[in-house]
Each structure stands twice: as structure tokens, then as C-alpha cells.
Antibody, heavy 116, light 107 residues
């Protein structure tokens, strides 16, 4: 059975940083690209970015709204993916999901609130 | 960026009805079209991938089809648990984009 565990989010002040993690079990983690998707309250999902697997050189790509501020990484030895969020803005407030295997599997999401 | 335009934005129907939701892509996306169902307080639930393939465990009353750059999600014999918001998504090219959603509620 595939299990996905996301770290807790939290309240961060504008300009602050936060790192989210996503731990996968029951799946060949190392072979799958990992994506992050977020969803603000009352809004539709917004793709944040993705990291490919080792065979694709761990290539990353990001949405324009987060490019230069967010960084996706992974540790295949731990079956974990990360989303490092810097220079956070109030508009980054959302539930953040990790998802993989072509968006077949999703974490339960974690709430990040950016507010003073 | 590829724009995904869903219609209608909201829809009212009754149990037992047949409903259709349309998603139009701003350019060719091949077969890279997924559909999701989302209920309040929950994350998106994958329903259909590659236009018409049902995810494991999804009832056969859900179906997907396409005509050019228009994609359709059809739900026949609506059940009470189907009232939710539905999103399409293209995975043809980054940035991956979603439709704005269709809220399906009970008439």
C-alpha cells in the first residue's frame, strides 16, 4: 500500500522561510518525478513545480509565481521530497500537496499560512 | 502557458441525472488530460487519466472523452457522493495547469 506523509506546515511571517517534506512508502520512489501543488482557500489547485528522477538528472521546473523563491529537492535514500520556500508572501498561503506517479498519488496536504 | 477552460463553472443536478463537464485546452495537449474530484476539506482525488482511463476504484458511471482540444467528463446516474467540485488538468507541458473547476451540487 502506498503511503504519503507530509510534514506539518505552520504560520510564517512575510519574508520568512519554511521547508516542507513528503515521505513516501510502498512505492518505487526513486523512479518517479515528484510534484508539489498548492491550493488557496476557495481556489482551484495551482501547480508549484516538480523534480524529476535521477535518470533525468533531477531536473526541476517551477511555476512563474514561485520561481527563484521555492526550491524542490529529493533524497531517494530516504524516500523523501522537499519544498523549500523562501521570501514567503501572503499570497503563498495555501494547502500544499506533494503528488507523484503522474499525479496518481497525493499527500493529505499541509497548511502554510503567511501572515504578520 | 496552456490555458484550460472549464464549463460550466457550476451545475445543479438531481440524483440519477446525467451530467457533462467540458474542458477546453488552448492548444493541442495530446492525451495528457486528467480529471479530479474534490470534496470540501479534502485534496483532489484522481478520477480519470489520459482522457478516458479510470483510476482504480472509480465507478464506471464516470467516463471521459475528447474531440480535438475539447475534453468531456460525463457522469451518468448521479449518486449522492458525486456532488463535489471537478477539475481538469493538462500535463502535456510545464507549467502544468488546471481548469478553474466545476461545482456540482444538488438541485
Amino acid at each position: 500500500e502506498v503511503q504519503v506523509v507530509q510534514s506539518a506546515g505552520g504560520l510564517v511571517q512575510p519574508g520568512g522561510s519554511l521547508k516542507l517534506s513528503c515521505t513516501v512508502s510502498g512505492f518505487l520512489f526513486s523512479a518517479s518525478a515528484m510534484h508539489w501543488v498548492r491550493q488557496g482557500s476557495g481556489k482551484g489547485p495551482e501547480w508549484v513545480g516538480r523534480i524529476r528522477d535521477k535518470s533525468n538528472n533531477y531536473a526541476t521546473v517551477y511555476a512563474a509565481s514561485v520561481r527563484g523563491r521555492f526550491t524542490i529537492s529529493r533524497d531517494d535514500s530516504k524516500n523523501m521530497a522537499y519544498l523549500q520556500m523562501n521570501s514567503l508572501k501572503t499570497e503563498d498561503t495555501a494547502v500544499y500537496y506533494c503528488t507523484f506517479n503522474g499525479f496518481d498519488y497525493w499527500g493529505l496536504g499541509t497548511l502554510v499560512t503567511v501572515s504578520s | 502557458d496552456i490555458q484550460m477552460t472549464q464549463s460550466p463553472s457550476s451545475l445543479s443536478a438531481s440524483v440519477g441525472d446525467r451530467v457533462t463537464i467540458i474542458c477546453r485546452a488552448s492548444q493541442n495537449i495530446g492525451t495528457y488530460l486528467n480529471w479530479y474530484q474534490q470534496k470540501p476539506g479534502k485534496g483532489p482525488k484522481p478520477l480519470i487519466y489520459s482522457i478516458s482511463s479510470l483510476q482504480s476504484g472509480v465507478p464506471s458511471r464516470f467516463s471521459g472523452s475528447e474531440s480535438g482540444t475539447d475534453f468531456t467528463l460525463t457522469i451518468t446516474n448521479l449518486q449522492p457522493e458525486d456532488f463535489a467540485t471537478y477539475y481538469c488538468q493538462q500535463t502535456y507541458a510545464a507549467p502544468i495547469t488546471f481548469g478553474q473547476g466545476t461545482r456540482l451540487d444538488i438541485k
